[in-house]
T-cell receptor
Framework: GNSVTQMEGPVTLSEEAFLTINCTYT??????LFWYVQYPGEGLQLLLK?????DKGSNKGFEATYRKETTSFHLEKGSVQVSDSAVYFC???????????FGKGTMLLVSP | GAGVSQSPSNKVTEKGKDVELRCDPI?????LYWYRQSLGQGLEFLIY????????KSGLPSDRFSAERTGGSVSTLTIQRTQQEDSAVYLC?????????????FGPGTRLTVT
């Protein structure tokens, strides 16, 4: 079956540091890949997505590239802010299926 | 416009009682999803509806869990004879239609605590 593995958190960074959150996946077909973010006290929001190999999703300074050869979709940001503190979820949606398979989430804590 | 809403926001119940959780999707969204977020397990899919029918119930953890959707809108997730392991945040999402092209919009969740 499908699965998503994320690095465990919390990830603790100082403001303006570089961020990488690793995500790898297992799927039988050709999935679409997503990063969702959950800010404290709020619901999940779609951050970015990529639907085919070598696609790069980007939003709010965050980027992730769909790497089929390494089955990865790592999230990066060049300079994090305190307001980026949240839980980040990597997810996949396999073609022909409507449901999302999520990783366990990675908490990011950014200090001033 | 209004987003996905869920009620109640918090529910504390005694072991063995039944609970009902409600989800109001975004108006016009035909697909509706239920997920469960629990410590150590992350987000797990439970069931999804396209219109009033549920093509995929594969995530329901036991026959104590059931869900229905009426009028292609509101959905109710029912947990019978609750157990402590049912304690979690139950999330609802909706999308314009089912399929990978349609973004799922999530509600704030219902936090269920079984004592």
């Amino acid at each position: 079956g499908n699965s998503v593995t994320q690095m465990e958190g919390p990830v603790t960074l100082s403001e303006e540091a570089f961020l990488t959150i690793n995500c790898t996946y297992t799927a039988t077909g050709y999935p679409s890949l997503f990063w969702y973010v959950q800010y404290p006290g709020e619901g999940l929001q779609l951050l970015l997505k990529a639907t085919k190999a070598d696609d790069k999703g980007s939003n709010k300074g965050f980027e992730a590239t769909y790497r089929k050869e390494t089955t990865s979709f790592h999230l990066e940001k060049g300079s994090v802010q305190v307001s980026d503190s949240a839980v980040y979820f990597c997810a996949l949606n396999e073609a022909g299926y409507s449901t999302l398979t999520f990783g366990k989430g990675t908490m990011l804590l950014v200090s001033p | 416009g209004a987003g996905v809403s869920q009620s109640p926001s918090n529910k504390v119940t005694e072991k063995g009682k039944d609970v009902e959780l409600r989800c109001d999707p975004i108006s016009g969204h035909t697909a509706l999803y239920w997920y469960r977020q629990s410590l150590g397990q992350g987000l797990e899919f439970l069931i999804y509806f396209q219109g009033n029918s549920a093509p995929d119930k594969s995530g329901l953890p036991s026959d104590r869990f059931s869900a229905e959707r009426t009028g292609g809108s509101v959905s109710t997730l029912t947990i019978q004879r609750t157990q402590q392991e049912d304690s979690a945040v139950y999330l609802c999402a909706s999308s314009l239609s089912s399929g990978v092209s349609y973004e799922q919009y999530f509600g704030p969740g219902t936090r269920l605590t079984v004592t």
